[in-house]
Nanobody
């Protein structure tokens, strides 16, 4: 049983930056694969980034977003730079006992946090 609590969403102008945080409960956080997904209005869920012992990014965010984790704080971050209006979406933190890929159905989800990028 894992609880994920997200923060950091908001409204930002195109070209700006935001950092999302996801704080996890429970033990053995370092053994979970963690990731971020997003869902834009009228769109299906989209993989954004994942981290375990390495990192993976969607092509659409590569070079702009950085996923990181602080295992001591049981927190995963998504640093989002050079934001574009098309990044507007609800962003969800996710955790999985195995791995997170673009086709994953993670074991645990956060509540979602709205990111809105104005043009």
């Amino acid at each position: 049983q894992v609880q994920l609590v997200e923060s950091g969403g908001g409204l930002v102008q195109a070209g700006g930056s935001l950092r999302l945080s996801c704080a996890a409960s429970g033990r053995a956080f370092e053994m979970f694969a963690m990731g971020w997904f997003r869902r834009a209005p009228g769109k299906e869920r989209e993989f954004v980034a994942a981290i375990s012992w390495n990192t993976d990014y969607a092509d659409s965010v590569k070079g702009r977003f950085t996923i990181s984790r602080d295992n001591a704080k049981k927190t995963v971050y998504l640093q989002m730079n050079s934001l574009k209006p098309e990044d507007t979406a609800v962003y969800y933190c996710a955790a999985d006992h195995s791995r997170i890929t673009p086709m994953s159905a993670p074991d645990y989800w956060g509540q979602g946090t709205q990111v809105t990028v104005s043009s």
